[in-house]
């Protein structure tokens, strides 16, 4: 009995949190000091499920079974919770009256094969209406947000999803949708980019747009800044001897660049760093470079242009580039005057932070050290 309270208790914990009108949870992390550490306020059950601990078996296969849910759907991770609990609650029951639980199963099995003839009868396809098949999508999307946090701007951001699982055009690897999360603004402000956006600064003093660019998407070290060496130990009598090695990864580098370069490109993004010595090359010869591109996001920016990640330079006819209309700078967020944005702060208050500061700042940096006094010892007789 005890594999059927764990589990209707799960059932129970995720209940409350469906529908629309569905009850939020805290759920509170518990830091490494055994004080509560970050706290987070969800009604999401994959959310929910996933952050409990859990000991009992029946309730872990409740858990897995969402987290399948989630994996292969997206959405209904708690229904699918609350049936399976529900079943086992009607089992339960029905094993208490000496019902033996392989003529449960049996009659559940020919339960399942009702509900889904009836699911696929009431189902209907507008796929090949295409404002049928948006009008939809809409309708799904605004009863998957019905019941999440964003309810009240759901037909914002059913309108974003729709959109972005509109540009793929059939294709179902969602990783290709990218989210990007920025401080600051409201939560309206969330919009669908046409293009693809990268967290990343082009270098410096080089072309900040580009047309019809070429691009070469790579992933190799362009760090040539210092001296590596690896499996070997050399001793240098004088530091000419250390500035012809770094000469000699210059120049070994140089030649890299010139490899990069003969691709006949206009845009370089590397996985990897690009150090001062490589980026100036690149602003020499008017290519914009573009540094630190995280692993995922090289994955889905090559697929997004075309391109192939490649980490050797020999055969340029063999390298395919990727290709795009515009690559521009563009700046995400409020930039402007504090005046003409109204924002208006005390000049006490200011006066005050700018002073205390400095003399916090000006006091840290008068210490040479630290030191640590013994406390004294105190003898019987000593008053406290």
């Known amino acids: 009995m005890s594999s059927f309270i764990g589990a209707i208790a799960i059932g129970d914990l995720v209940k409350s949190t469906m529908g629309p009108k569905g009850m939020d949870k805290i759920l509170v992390s518990m830091g490494s000091d055994g004080y509560p550490g970050e706290i987070q306020v969800t009604n999401d059950g994959a959310t929910i499920l996933r952050s409990i601990g859990v000991d009992n078996p029946a309730a872990k296969v409740l858990v897995n079974i969402s ?15 609350v049936l399976a609990a529900e079943l086992l609650r009607e089992a339960e029951l029905l094993v208490a009256k000496k ?51 964003l309810n009240q701007h759901k037909e914002h951001f059913a309108e974003l999803a729709v959109n972005a699982v509109l540009r793929l055009k059939g294709n179902n690897d969602l990783e290709l949708i990218q989210i990007l999360k920025k401080t600051g603004g409201s939560i309206e402000d969330s919009y669908l980019d046409e293009g693809f956006l990268m967290e990343k600064e082009i270098g410096h003093n080089q072309p900040k ?10 992933n190799t070290p362009m760090d040539t800044d210092k001296i590596k060496i690896f499996g070997s130990k050399v001793k240098v009598d004088s530091t000419a001897k250390i500035a012809e090695i770094e000469l000699a990864e210059k120049n070994k580098m140089k030649k890299k660049v010139e490899k990069i370069l003969s691709h006949n490109i206009t845009c370089f993004i590397n996985r990897q760093l690009i150090y001062d010595y490589p980026d100036q090359l ?57 005046r003409e944005l109204g924002i208006t702060e005390s000049f006490a208050v200011k006066n005050a932070v700018v002073n205390s500061a400095a003399e916090a700042a ?14 004294r010892q105190r003898g019987g007789n000593e008053c406290y």
């Open 362 to 375: 000006e006091m840290i940096l008068r210490v040479d050290d630290i030191l640590k006094a013994t406390p």
């Open 67 to 81: 987290k399948v849910q989630d994996d292969q759907v997206g959405d209904g991770t708690t229904s699918v919770t």
């Open 209 to 218: 747009r580009i047309e019809d660019a070429r691009i070469l998407v790579a």
């Open 282 to 338: 690149f602003a020499d010869a008017g290519v914009m470079a573009i540094e630190h591109a995280d692993f995922d996001g090289m994955e889905r920016l090559a697929k997004v242009l075309g391109a192939e990640i490649v980490s050797t330079f020999d055969q340029p006819d063999k390298v395919v580039l990727g290709s795009c209309k515009v690559i521009e700078e563009v700046i995400i967020g409020e930039v402007g005057d504090m």
């Open 99 to 149: 019902l033996h639980p392989q003529t449960i199963i049996s009659g559940y099995r020919e339960a399942a094969k009702v509900a889904m003839q009836v699911l696929t009868d009431t189902a209907i396809d507008n796929g090949k209406d295409n404002e049928a098949f948006r009008k939809d999508l809409m309708n799904i999307a605004r009863t998957t947000l019905s019941s999440k946090i």
